[in-house]
């Protein structure tokens, strides 16, 4: 069964106004300090974010509005509609959106530029110091990414790869992006001099040209987040349920801190521990699949292939499923190894993406391959608060890097 | 006809020697030399082998050769993409094209079919992954999975 968009609205209206009345009659009370789904919560560790088109006219894109300063100083600046992803780390925007003069990092004199990878694509600028200020919350002289600019219209080819060179709203799909993952650093050791052992990540550039060179952890681009502060050890991401052929938006929260507040306590949460990459275990059909990760930046469902699915990808577009009719699926997960508690059953429901609501920005029913793997993109987190532990910080549930949920 | 086809292939690359996908197992010496890789090892399989690299920029490659030692699929996973131009070999260009050419942008995994070749993308930062696969080359007898 579909909805039209004006059966959807309605939907909409009387859900609004269902948690409004629950809210009313005291259902924000202090029995379950953890904030309903997309609910309100208010306080300095509480940045609402929504999933709405955004400037790129998206799906499944969820923004927040992050404030960047010239270190120091009261002379900032509010860049609107960035993508909120918990699959990478850092805060890079466009060159030409930021207007501050932010001072770049530099390598025995030379400017300090990254090439990022991301699945498809990648992203290609200096790196520059600001701090960076999201809800009450600021973190002071935080490496960030300026992508694209004068100097860095084009990726070394030692990085490219012949991937999209993420330089424009359009190819980027927001204004920037805001990485709150796992990790305090984007690299990480493995990008330092001491270990050196991944190139093509940093690059040093003086004027004869960029080569790859290795970065000490202080000088990489980092997660604001551990940089606060307080509320330090992770984010919750809280948003509100979307109904099941889709929604115009959806709103939420990204609330700062693990167990900090009593707007982001645990709760009964389950925690799932991460292997070394990130990733963790998801189990299908009897088997497990260990590269499984929660991504809100993934705007599907993206898992396994055809022929174990039994559904066939889109005609036009062989990145997304489109079954006969929606179609339901079951599955658990559980930490990395050596971790053995299993989440309850999580079920889901895959659509057909041809036929999905054409002007619904929040679709809880996209989904595409993957093969081997799972991505648990933004539809995961509708109606649901996730926890995102960064690595090398405390929680009452343990160290991070972990999910919780 | 085989023959044929690898020789087309060989004689449409010139120098330099971009090789692998497609290509002889000499090849796989060759993208040891250009990614400046170790070779790991080599596995037997029923009905394929398994050539396995670490490139020095910190990828792990694996590289699938048919009982003659053609090149038919290649898989990798690492903090940073592999030298796709030195892996795809004379696919790259098309490769390439698709990538640019894509309509409906997804942000997740991506799967590019150009002809005969299926390439896979995914994974996260830190943790990037991917496959390509020359379908009709595929020994028979030997499953798509066995590419991971």
Redesign the interface.
């Given at each position: 069964m579909r909805f039209s968009i004006r059966q959807q609205l309605a939907l909409a209206v009387l859900f609004l106004a269902a948690s409004m009345l629950l809210t009313a009659c005291g259902g924000g009370g202090s029995s379950s300090p953890t904030p309903t789904p997309g609910g309100g919560t208010t306080g300095n560790n509480v940045e609402s974010v929504t999933v709405a088109p955004g400037p790129a006219n998206?799906v499944?894109?969820l923004l927040a509005n992050v404030t960047v300063c010239q270190s120091g100083t009261s002379n900032c600046q509010t860049i609107n509609d960035v993508l909120v992803d918990t699959?990478?780390?850092g805060l890079r925007l466009f060159s030409d959106q930021v207007n501050l003069s932010l001072p770049g990092e530099s390598v025995s004199g030379a400017p300090l530029a990254e090439c990022?990878?991301?699945?498809?694509s990648?992203t290609w600028g200096p790196v520059v110091t600001a701090d960076v200020q999201l809800a009450g919350e600021k973190a002071s002289n935080v490496p960030i990414q300026l992508i694209g600019g004068s100097n860095y219209q084009t990726p070394p080819?030692?990085?490219s790869?012949?991937?999209?060179n993420a330089n424009s709203v359009?190819?980027l799909?927001a204004n920037g992006i805001l990485?709150v993952?796992l990790?305090r650093h984007?690299?990480?050791a493995?990008c330092t001099p001491e270990l050196a052992?991944?190139?093509?990540?940093y690059y040093t550039c003086p004027s004869s040209g960029c080569s790859s060179t290795f970065v000490e952890l202080q000088n990489q681009v980092q997660n604001p987040v551990w940089l606060f502060p307080q509320d330090n050890n992770g984010v919750l991401i809280s948003l509100g349920g979307v109904t099941s052929g889709g929604q115009d938006t959806d709103g939420g929260n990204m609330i700062f801190g693990i167990s900090t507040e009593n707007n982001n306590q645990l709760g009964s949460a389950q925690v799932f521990p991460v292997d070394g990459?990130?990733?963790f275990i998801t189990n299908f059909n009897g088997q497990g699949y260990s590269?499984s990760?929660l991504?809100t930046?993934?705007?599907?469902l993206?898992f396994l292939?055809s022929s174990t699915t039994g559904m066939p990808?889109c005609s036009d577009?062989?990145?997304?499923y489109c079954p006969a009719s929606p179609t339901q699926f079951t599955a658990t997960v559980q930490g990395a190894s050596p971790s053995t508690t299993v989440s309850g059953p999580i079920n889901f429901t895959i659509g057909n993406a041809d036929s999905l609501c054409n002007t619904c920005a929040a679709l809880p029913e996209l989904g595409?391959?993957?093969?081997?793997?799972f991505?648990w993109?933004l539809p995961f987190f509708f109606g649901r608060n996730v926890f995102v532990a960064i690595n090398g910080t405390s929680t009452p549930a343990g160290n991070g890097p972990f999910w919780a949920f | 006809m085989r023959t044929a086809v690898v020789l087309f292939l060989a004689g449409a690359l010139c120098a330099p020697a971009w090789a692998t996908l497609g290509q002889g197992a000499a090849s796989v010496r060759r993208d040891q030399q250009q990614m400046r890789a170790k070779a790991m090892r080599s596995l037997q399989r029923q009905g394929y082998s398994v050539q396995q690299l670490r490139s020095?920029?910190?990828v792990q490659v694996r590289e699938y050769l048919d009982p003659d030692g053609h090149v038919f699929a290649v898989a990798w996973n690492?903090?940073?993409?592999?030298?796709?131009?030195q892996l795809l070999g004379t696919y790259?260009g098309a490769?390439?094209q698709a990538?640019?050419q894509?309509?409906?942008?997804?942000?997740?995994?991506?799967?590019?079919?150009v002809g005969d070749m299926v390439v896979?993308?995914?994974?996260?930062?830190?943790?990037?992954?991917g496959?390509a696969i020359l379908v009709s080359q595929m020994p028979a007898n030997v499953s798509?999975?066995v590419v991971?």
């Open positions: 998206n499944n894109t699959g990478s780390v990022s990878a991301f699945l498809d990648v080819s030692s990085c790869n012949g991937l999209t359009s190819t799909g990485g993952g990790w984007d690299c990480g493995a052992q991944v190139t093509n990540s990459n990130g990733n590269n990760y991504d930046g993934s705007n599907g993206y292939d990808t577009n062989s990145g997304f595409g391959p993957s093969p081997g793997s991505d993109g | 020095a920029s910190g690492g903090p940073v993409h592999p030298n796709l131009q790259f490769f390439k990538m640019q894509r309509t409906r942008v997804s942000r997740g995994p991506v799967e590019i079919r896979q993308l995914g994974g996260h930062m830190r943790a990037l992954f496959r798509r999975e991971r």
